[in-house]
């Protein structure tokens, strides 16, 4: 099923040379003479012969064909269903591969980092039309469409001020974490049985597997007898795949999406406004707002999401001057505190001197849960940009 290209191995690679330097280095001394075996003439070999590297991916979509792994099955008739649809609505596919623009270069870099097919970056474009903020009838939100239970179970917070489901960040490496972990559990490492589990419930597909293996079949997907929609999700994968693999084939133009990603994550180490950080950056709050759904209260905690993404040409000032602007304590001052055993909101407020209201706002805390080893930041002493 999988066949990984040699092309991912090289991307990204060129730039690190400096150019002047290989090039002086090419055409001194690494060069080196050999004798043909055949011919006894000297040959010259080149630096550049000898490193036989790739070019670099040209834009998002070429890196992301060097990272797909698959066959797509294109001659099986429920790919080819959906390849006939999708060629019928290019316009639609436009539209919601334009809507990848923020997000593709920086989801194939998680795929790459875990070598994971990445035909796994087009699950957003079935799940959620590459729509960080959708919600489903039936309660899944995000652009990985995850249920409040999975949330939960995955560690996605979901409190006053914060929904982790629409965190793009947290929200992708939870999906990721899922697909991989449910591959390893239960189908030795096959990432489309994985799929089909996200989609549709491990219980399910394991059911649907051992019946196909006592019937004597193969248990892979394509032949099991799954749920209806599920029966859909992976041929409409592969479909999508199939095209973005040769768009000009199934006269499909997409948009062109440049190959380093267009964001960045800023670790979230002091409450962070974002009205104040679109301020200190110059930007319009509405992009970091776009960029960070999963802060519905605008702002961010220690305790709450590990980074908060800025556009890419931003971050370095960002960083200095969140930098500059952190608050110095002096000795004594308390600007974080972990829950040990026993405590309680109203006790770890009255021993630091605020109000148990200060405390929820601070943490974006909706009631008085809290758990032991959970960071919170108290209030009045390490609020941003005094």
Do not use: C
């Amino acid at each position: 099923m999988i066949h990984r290209t040699a092309r991912r191995q090289a991307i990204g690679l060129v730039s690190s040379f400096a150019l002047t330097g290989a090039l002086a280095l090419a055409t001194t001394t690494s060069q080196a003479t050999t004798i043909s075996p055949h011919s006894g003439t000297p040959r010259i070999h080149s630096f550049w012969d000898a490193l036989q590297l790739e070019p670099q991916a040209a834009d998002a979509w070429e890196q992301l064909r060097g990272l797909m792994q698959w066959d797509h099955h294109t001659d099986d008739p429920r790919v080819q269903r959906w390849i006939e649809h999708y060629r019928a609505s290019p316009h639609n596919v436009r539209e919601i591969t334009e809507r990848a623009r923020p997000w593709l270069a920086w989801i194939n870099a998680q795929l790459q980092q875990r070598d994971l097919p990445g035909e796994i970056a087009l699950v957003p474009f079935i799940e959620s039309s590459f729509d960080p903020q959708a919600r489903s009838h039936r309660g899944a939100a995000g652009m990985w469409q995850f249920m409040p239970g999975t949330a939960d179970a995955l560690g996605l917070l979901r409190q006053q001020g914060y929904d982790g489901r629409l965190d793009v960040a947290a929200s992708t490496r939870a999906a990721l974490d899922y697909i991989e972990l449910q591959a390893e559990q239960w189908y030795n490492g096959d990432i489309e049985l994985s799929l089909a589990a996200y989609n549709a419930g491990a219980g399910t597909v394991n059911r649907a597997r051992n019946a196909a293996l006592g019937r004597g079949e193969r248990g892979d997907y394509w032949n099991l007898d799954l749920p209806g929609e599920t029966m859909q999700y992976l041929p409409k994968l592969h479909a999508l795949a199939a095209i973005i693999a040769a768009p000009e084939a199934h006269n499909i133009e997409l948009p062109a999406i440049d190959v380093s990603p267009a964001i960045a994550e800023v670790p979230v180490e002091q409450t962070i406004d974002l009205a104040r950080l679109a301020d200190m950056a110059g930007l319009p709050q509405s992009e970091l707002t776009a960029l960070n759904p999963g802060l519905t209260g605008g702002r961010v905690h220690p305790g709450t999401a590990d980074v908060v993404l800025v556009p890419r040409e931003h971050e370095s000032m960002i960083q200095a001057r969140l930098s500059d602007s952190a608050p110095q304590p002096t000795e004594g001052d308390v600007t974080e505190y972990v829950v040990q055993r026993g405590d309680t909101l109203s006790r770890i407020a009255r021993h630091h001197g605020v109000s148990v209201d200060e405390l929820r706002r601070q943490n974006g805390l909706q009631g008085d849960i809290i758990q032991v080893g959970q960071n919170l930041d108290m209030p009045g002493q390490s609020l941003a940009y005094r």
